[in-house]
Nanobody, 126 residues
Framework: QVQLVESGGGTVQAGGSLRLSCAAS????????RGWFRQAPGKEREFVAA????????YYRNSVKDRFTISRDNAKNTVYLQMNSLKPEDTAVYYC???????????????????WGQGTQVTVSS
């Protein structure tokens, strides 16, 4: 059974940091693109960041550039999201996802991802 399991969420004050992890099991995702999305209450899910299979290309939404860093460790089948200088507007449930192929490469933000985690809550207090 394929699973993506997020961890590392929690409550932090504005300006603080959190590191999210997403561990995959059931298959190797070393050749999959990986992404992070988030959904705040009453809002649609939105793209946050993505990384290609090699880690050589990364993608971010504008509001998190220079604050968030996505990385991956293929040996551990895990992707990370380092979040610094957190703001109250970053409060959301964060989901990790995995996608594959040229369609993913052409649009990591808009791709219909193949696998999703269950989410982890991030709350940033002001």
């Amino acid at each position: 059974q394929v699973q993506l399991v997020e961890s590392g969420g929690g409550t932090v004050q504005a300006g603080g940091s959190l590191r999210l992890s997403c561990a995959a099991s059931g298959r190797t995702f070393s050749h999959y693109g990986r992404g992070w999305f988030r959904q705040a209450p009453g809002k649609e899910r939105e793209f946050v960041a993505a990384i290609d299979w090699s880690g050589g290309s990364t993608y971010y939404r504008n509001s998190v550039k220079d604050r968030f860093t996505i990385s991956r460790d293929n040996a551990k089948n895990t992707v990370y999201l380092q979040m610094n200088s957190l703001k109250p507007e970053d409060t959301a449930v964060y989901y990790c996802a995995a996608g594959y192929g040229s369609s993913w490469s052409s649009s990591p933000q808009g791709y219909k991802y193949d696998y999703w985690g269950q989410g982890t809550q991030v709350t940033v207090s002001s």
